[in-house]
């Protein structure tokens, strides 16, 4: 509804906020109502401070280098997929435990780098680690 100045003929050209204000404070109370309901609370288990302190020389971590064509190297001296599994078992059973870092090349097939991480896991590491390449 129009309401005209007191002297001009034409419709007033003046928009009314009222009711745009009204159904603005409508909508932040009905937000303000229902975001607090859809927010839900999720359980995490986080990691506990332990008293012990780190031992003071951890091992030298080991590199475990896959290539692209299947070849293995243990600290960068070649290994067979045999020997590899003797020496991750071997490696499982020291403590404290090293970590066995895992390096491929880019064009390497995940088949071989599950492979191998399903090896170690079998031998009982717990610490699995990955290297990216050098660029």
């Known amino acids: 509804m129009a309401f005209s100045s007191g002297g001009g003929s034409g419709p007033m ?7 745009l204000v009204d159904v603005m404070l409508v909508l932040l109370i009905i937000f303000m109502i229902t975001v607090p309901m859809l927010s839900h609370k999720i359980k995490i288990d986080l990691p506990q401070p332990t008293t012990q302190p780190p031992p003071p020389n951890p091992p030298e971590p080991i590199g475990l280098s896959v290539k692209a064509t299947g070849q293995l190297y243990w600290n960068d001296e070649p290994i067979t997929e045999e ?5 991750l078992r071997v490696t499982a059973q ?11 090349d880019k064009t ?20 699995i680690g990955f290297v990216s390449a050098d660029q």
């Open 13 to 19: 050209s003046e928009i009314n906020v009222t009711p």
């Open 83 to 87: 020997a590899l599994q003797a020496q």
């Open 94 to 104: 020291k403590d404290p435990q090293p970590e066995l870092n895992i390096k491929a």
């Open 108 to 127: 390497t097939k995940y088949q071989l780098v599950a492979t191998v991480m399903a090896d170690a896991k079998n031998a009982g590491m717990v610490k």
